[in-house]
């Protein structure tokens, strides 16, 4: 499987974007996928998760009610929607995928880059 993650860019404080993972090469139905960041001089951490079943959600406390993660498994994508963009989510943001009751991530997206202006 393959996941190419995209839809970042530059928006100013305030503003939303849309991110999108789409995989190929195979099927994420049975993974569940989660997004991650890294900001510059950070290390890499958790924003969200979306369960295989679609229908449990977690957030990191910085991003919550302003972060949506969803999936389209009939499109095998994944999505995280940003809105009220602070400058501190600037970041490239990765998806991932991890298989239904595994310990490890089995795959990467290659990033996307996300810079919030103030």
């Known amino acids: 499987v393959q996941l190419q993650a995209s839809g970042g860019g530059t928006v100013q404080d305030g503003g939303s974007l849309r991110l999108s993972c789409a995989a190929s090469?195979?099927?994420?139905?049975?993974?569940?996928m989660v997004w991650f960041r890294q900001a510059p001089g950070k290390e890499r951490e958790f924003v969200a998760i979306?369960?295989?079943?679609?229908?449990?959600?977690a957030y990191t406390d910085s991003v919550k009610g302003r972060f949506t993660i969803s999936r389209d498994n009939a499109k095998n994508t994944v999505y995280l929607q940003m809105n009220r963009l602070k400058p501190e989510d600037t970041a490239i943001y990765y998806c991932?995928?991890?298989?239904?009751?595994?310990?490890?991530?089995?795959?990467w997206g290659q990033g996307t880059l996300v810079t919030v202006s103030s």
């Open positions: 090469g195979g099927s994420i139905r049975t993974y569940n």
């Open positions: 991932a995928a991890r298989k239904a009751g595994g310990n490890e991530y089995n795959y």
């Open positions: 979306v369960t295989w079943l679609g229908g449990s959600t």
